[in-house]
């Protein structure tokens, strides 16, 4: 067992790139976007936690109290997971699904919560793909004392529908998007599934509801630093174990477990003057903005009124196709990963969801944990990396991943890999393009060509 402690402060990486962010920018107002009514009240806390100049951020007492519930979290050598791979460096695993909303998204949302209800917002209203964000919510507004209304993407709660009734058992209100409540809905059509959809639905609803407030678990750079316990963990685990690591893996939804566990490193090799491990995005192959997308100015939900956000992306209308790891099913990644991805400070790979689901199998199998969907991205990324077959990177010390959350309610995706049923669909490169053609450049870049092929 660790004796490694909870962290009591988190760590912003702001402070420590070369660059500040690019500003966001207001959206086109189209009478479309205008009569939504949206009024986005952040607390003064999560404003100021976005901004750079301060490293260490104090974890509020009651945080730290609900965090003690399930943190800190096993990180340990995958041994067994290595020799079934065929690794030729150690494995180390950094497991965040042992908490009631089964992945990393607690984090953030008793965070986030906290913070709202000290505001005195008396209501949370969210989009959730896979629908662990959603859980996730709703757990933490239950022991911050809010209301919580959720939009979960339709064909993910069809598939899972136990989340739904996790999500109302901890008090929320549930409803599949697209829904007959808003009009960015209405306006989408019935058949649109997408979290950009969902996320734009409970931006409408939070916006003319009295007391209510959207929030969202990924992307923004405040949820990121609420993550950092992951990495400051996992960096005081590593020492206990006297190991080294060269390559930190996470997948990438919008980028919040992968920022959570790779920026500590980051910034803990800049202040020391160390060197800093390669750290490696893993994607789904159906959403590849950091490794197929473009560097440029692009929505972050479908109503188009909320701010527009400098960041690597496929477009936010590129239809989707459906698959298992519906927390990844996202058009970009947030803007502190993707102003890194541009300087070169993090680095991607995709991966299909057979070789993911793949992944996790193997680990259920050598390390009793089933892990998410999403997670078995980062695990079949690390076992690329551990045992030489990713072309440009071959650690010579160790690969740590982050096992994000657990895959009890997505067994319906083990299934369809059991028998034979799941296809890789990454996207053709026309309709990519179609996507990302309308799209504002950052910085003057042109869009064309400013993709990565990794
Ligand atoms: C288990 C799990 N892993 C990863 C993700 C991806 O999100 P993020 O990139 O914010 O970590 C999700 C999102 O729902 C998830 O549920």
């Given at each position: 067992?660790?004796s ?5 402060s ?10 500040p ?5 207001s959206p ?19 404003v100021?936690?976005s901004?750079?100049g ?10 730290l ?16 997971f290595?020799e ?7 494995i180390?695993v ?9 992945s990393?998204?607690l984090n953030?949302?008793l965070?986030?919560?906290y ?7 008396k ?7 896979a629908?662990?964000?959603g859980?996730?919510?709703a757990?933490?507004?239950s022991?911050?004392g ?18 739904g ?5 901890l008090g929320?209100?549930v ?8 009009e960015v809905?209405?306006r ?5 599934n997408s979290?950009a ?6 931006v409408?609803y939070?916006?003319?509801t ?9 992307g ?5 630093l609420h ?6 963990e996992?960096?005081?685990?590593l020492?206990?174990?006297e ?5 930190v893996?996470?997948?990438v939804?919008?980028?919040s ?12 090799a ?14 789904s192959?159906?959403t590849?903005?950091?490794?197929r997308?473009?560097?440029?100015y ?6 188009g009124?909320s701010?527009?956000?400098?960041m ?12 298992h790891s519906a927390?990844l099913?996202f058009?970009?990644a947030a803007?502190?990963l ?9 680095t ?5 969801q057979v070789?993911?689901?793949?992944a996790?199998q193997?680990f259920?199998?050598t390390?009793?944990?089933l892990?998410?969907p999403?997670?078995g991205?980062?695990l079949a990324?690390a076992?690329?990396?551990a045992?030489g077959r990713?072309?440009e990177d ?10 994000s ?12 890999l059991?028998d ?5 669909e ?15 450049p ?6 064309a ?6």
């Amino acid at each position: 067992m660790s004796s490694v402690a909870m962290p009591t402060s988190w760590r912003s990486v702001l402070p420590h790139l070369d660059e500040p962010l690019p500003p966001d920018r207001s959206p086109e107002a189209t009478a479309a976007s205008s009569d939504a009514g949206v009024s986005v009240n952040l607390p003064f806390a999560l404003v100021r936690q976005s901004a750079p100049g301060r490293e260490f951020w104090d974890i509020p007492a009651e945080v730290l109290d609900a965090y003690r519930t399930f943190r800190p979290t096993q990180l340990w050598r995958a041994r067994r997971f290595e020799e079934a791979v065929g690794a030729r460096v150690p494995i180390y695993v950094k497991y965040e699904g042992g908490n009631i909303s089964g992945s990393h998204k607690l984090n953030t949302a008793l965070a986030q919560a906290y913070y709202y209800a000290k505001a005195g917002v008396k209501e949370l209203v969210t989009g959730t793909g896979a629908g662990q964000w959603g859980t996730a919510l709703a757990a933490a507004c239950s022991i911050f004392g809010l209301r919580c209304r959720v939009f979960m993407v339709g064909t993910s709660l069809q598939k899972k529908p136990y989340r739904g009734t996790l999500m109302r058992t901890l008090g929320a209100t549930v409803h599949a998007s697209p829904s007959d409540l808003t009009e960015v809905a209405a306006r989408a059509g019935g058949g649109f599934n997408s979290l950009a959809l969902a996320i734009g639905e409970a931006v409408e609803y939070a916006g003319r509801t009295e007391g209510a407030a959207f929030c969202i678990g990924s992307g923004e750079t405040y949820s990121i630093l609420h993550q950092s316990v992951i990495g400051l963990e996992a960096i005081e685990q590593l020492a206990e174990l006297e190991a080294e690591v060269d390559s930190v893996v996470g997948c990438v939804g919008a980028g919040s477990n992968f920022g959570g566990l790779a920026l500590p490193f980051f910034a803990e090799a800049a202040a020391t003057g160390a060197e800093c491990p390669r750290l490696v995005a893993a994607e789904s192959s159906t959403t590849p903005k950091l490794t197929r997308g473009v560097y440029a100015y692009d929505k972050t939900d479908a109503t188009g009124v909320s701010p527009m956000e400098a960041m690597y992306t496929i477009g936010s209308s590129y239809p989707i196709p459906d698959s298992h790891s519906a927390g990844l099913r996202f058009h970009g990644a947030a803007k502190v990963l993707s102003a890194m991805r541009h300087q070169n400070q993090i680095t991607a790979r995709a991966v299909g969801q057979v070789e993911a689901l793949e992944a996790g199998q193997v680990f259920t199998r050598t390390e009793m944990v089933l892990p998410a969907p999403e997670s078995g991205h980062a695990l079949a990324v690390a076992a690329r990396l551990a045992s030489g077959r990713d072309d440009e990177d071959r650690p010579t010390r160790g690969v740590v991943a982050c096992v994000s959350g657990h895959g009890y309610l997505d067994l319906s995706a083990y299934q369809q890999l059991m028998d034979g049923e799941l296809s890789n669909e990454p996207p053709v490169e026309q309709s990519l393009l179609a996507a990302m053609d309308q799209l504002q450049p950052v910085q003057g870049l042109a869009i064309a060509g400013s993709g990565h092929a990794v």
